[in-house]
């Protein structure tokens, strides 16, 4: 009754063509094993070694060499289907490791060039670095109007820029002021 279970829950979960016929020829096989024995276990019951020997000789061995090749074409079957399937699932993980090393790399290069875009869009309406701009702010802060700000680079309506036409016009104002008070 086991075994029976088994069959009936290895033919629910064949759904290859091929496969049913393997299996269904594996259950014929085990039928004639089991109706070859059904002869011999009464003999062998009725104390009968001899006939039944005999019978198992010519019934039973035969049947139980075909039932055991017919298990081996069935498992062969098996273990052809089982390395298709894995060579199929190791060609899909290639194909999904492939398409996230394609997205991986997208996506590296497009926040590099956002990286890019930022740095652009933050040092060009400044001039330059702006560490440079905070320190040339503090410096004229700090009332130093002689040190240049470097702004030879940057565009004339930067902060840099202005900063340094700024610094440029306080020097000048310092100047008249120091000029009108001597």
Do not use: C
């Not at 109007?145 to 340094?164: D, G, I, K, M, Y």
């Amino acid at each position: 009754q086991a075994i029976s279970q088994h069959f009936a829950a290895l033919e629910r979960l064949t759904d290859d063509p091929q496969g049913r016929t393997l299996l269904a020829d594996v259950r014929n096989r085990r039928q004639q094993v089991l109706a070859a024995l059904a002869q011999v276990i009464p003999l062998l019951d009725a104390g009968q070694f001899a006939e039944g020997r005999s019978q198992f000789d010519r019934v039973g061995l035969p049947a139980f060499s075909a039932y055991l090749a017919a298990v081996d074409q069935y498992l062969a079957w098996q273990k052809r289907q089982l390395a298709e399937r894995s060579q199929q699932a190791n060609d899909t993980v290639a194909a999904f490791r492939l398409w996230l090393t394609l997205i991986g790399g997208a996506s590296l290069l497009a926040a590099l060039l956002i990286g890019v875009w930022l740095v652009r869009s933050v040092s060009q309406p400044l001039g330059g670095d702006p560490r440079v701009a905070g320190e040339a702010l503090s410096r004229i802060a700090l009332g130093d109007l002689a040190s240049q700000v470097s702004a030879s680079n940057a565009h004339p309506h930067s902060v840099l820029a202005r900063l340094s036409g700024m610094r440029g016009s306080l020097r000048q104002l310092v100047g008249n002021i120091q000029g009108a008070t001597g």
